[in-house]
């Protein structure tokens, strides 16, 4: 498994409940970014890690989402009081500096 | 803040090639062109980039003209398999490299 690795594949949660979505990105990856994905839409850029660092957050739709780094390697972000409209594909990716980025297969959220 | 206009589909023969075109009139002189896909229900996967020279790898040729302000992206021999979305991106090689992804041209290969 040399890819990036996302976990769960697919979750359906509660409107209102929280949610934690998992990414191991390729070992000694320093970058590491978060994208959403409507249904039907295009990629709609998140969160960027350089390292453990965040430096540009300017994607977070809202204080209801957050991501952290550690040990620079997984990432987790997390969704609180989840909404209908949350509902999408996240996806994750790594790279090296100035290098293409390698995307996960996403998770899948549901929310009802 | 995608920088690229590409068409929003097109239909290829399989076994011919195809040539996805790409406009960037407004790149910078550090940014690179890259191309990624998405076939369905998959994460984007990086097909190739260039900055001036054109390239080719195992996947495609990338074709970039002198000006830099478009650029093709071709598969030699299309197949079934290559029905994907694929994205045209401006990236600069420094700074923050997060890739800007606009709606992407639906290519269908066409048995």
């Known amino acids: 498994g040399a890819g990036v690795s996302q976990s769960p594949s697919n979750k359906v949660t509660e409107k209102g409940k929280d949610v934690e979505l998992r990414c191991d990105p390729i070992?000694?990856?320093?970058?590491l970014y978060w994208y959403r994905q409507r249904l039907g839409q295009g990629l709609e850029f998140l969160i960027y890690?350089?390292?453990?660092?965040?430096?540009?957050k300017s994607g977070l739709p809202s204080d209801r989402f957050s991501a952290e780094r550690t040990g620079e390697s997984v990432s987790t972000l997390t969704i609180q009081r989840t909404q209908q409209e949350d509902s999408a594909v996240y996806l994750c990716?790594?790279?090296?500096?100035?290098?293409?980025?390698?995307f996960g297969n996403g998770t899948r959220l549901t929310v009802t | 803040d995608a920088k690229t206009t590409q068409p929003t589909s097109m239909d290829c023969a399989e076994g011919r090639a195809a040539n996805l075109p790409c406009n960037h009139s407004t790149i910078s002189g550090n940014e690179y062109v890259y191309w990624y896909r998405q076939i369905h229900s998959q994460g984007p996967q990086y097909i190739i980039h260039?900055?001036?020279n054109n390239e080719t790898n195992e996947m495609a040729s990338l074709i970039i003209t002198e000006d830099r302000k478009s650029s093709t992206l071709i598969l030699p021999h299309a197949t079934l398999r290559d029905t994907a979305v694929y994205y045209c991106?401006?990236?600069?090689?420094?700074?923050?490299?997060?890739?800007?992804f606009g709606k992407g041209n639906q290519v269908v290969v066409i048995p």
């Open positions: 070992s000694g990856h320093t970058a």
């Open positions: 990716a790594s790279s090296l500096a100035g290098s293409p980025l390698h």
């Open positions: 890690f350089q390292g453990n660092s965040a430096p540009d």
């Open positions: 991106i401006v990236r600069p090689y420094y700074g923050n490299n997060r890739l800007a």
């Open positions: 260039g900055l001036k």
